[in-house]
């Protein structure tokens, strides 16, 4: 079993910026990738990064490349998610992911099986 527990979000102006971050706790021994989705109102949950354990490698939905960084604290048990020039359709309930028995494809929702509250990111224009 894996909690996660996100932070970090809020409110700011387009072209700001905010740092999530995402605690993990129990058997975060057995991690094997981490990954921030979101959602917006009436729309599906997509996954926007991810960042394999073992090797640190990351990956990016298109739309934030180039913009967003995942990076990892394995001391901490951390994920953090950098948004820099923030975007009103950036707009969306983020969540933290986690997977203990490796994915095939690191933004797609199914492939994970544990799951944090989420955290509110508004972007106004």
């Known amino acids: 079993q894996v909690q996660l527990v996100e932070s970090g979000g809020g409110s700011v102006q387009a072209g700001g910026s905010l740092r999530l971050s995402c605690a993990a706790s129990?058997?975060?021994?057995?991690?094997?990738?981490l990954a921030w989705f979101r959602q917006a109102p009436g729309k599906e949950r997509e996954g926007v990064a991810a960042i394999y354990t073992e090797d640190s490698a990351t990956y990016y939905a298109d739309s934030v490349k180039g913009r967003f960084t995942i990076t990892q604290d394995s001391a901490a048990n951390t994920v953090n998610l950098q948004m820099n020039s923030l975007k009103p359709e950036d707009t969306a309930m983020y969540y933290c992911?986690?997977?203990?028995?490796?994915?095939?494809?690191?933004?797609?929702?199914?492939?994970?099986?544990?799951w944090g509250q989420g955290t509110q990111v508004t972007v106004s224009s």
């Open positions: 992911a986690a997977d203990l028995v490796g994915v095939l494809d690191s933004l797609n929702r199914d492939e994970y099986l544990y």
């Open positions: 129990g058997n975060t021994y057995g991690i094997r990738s």
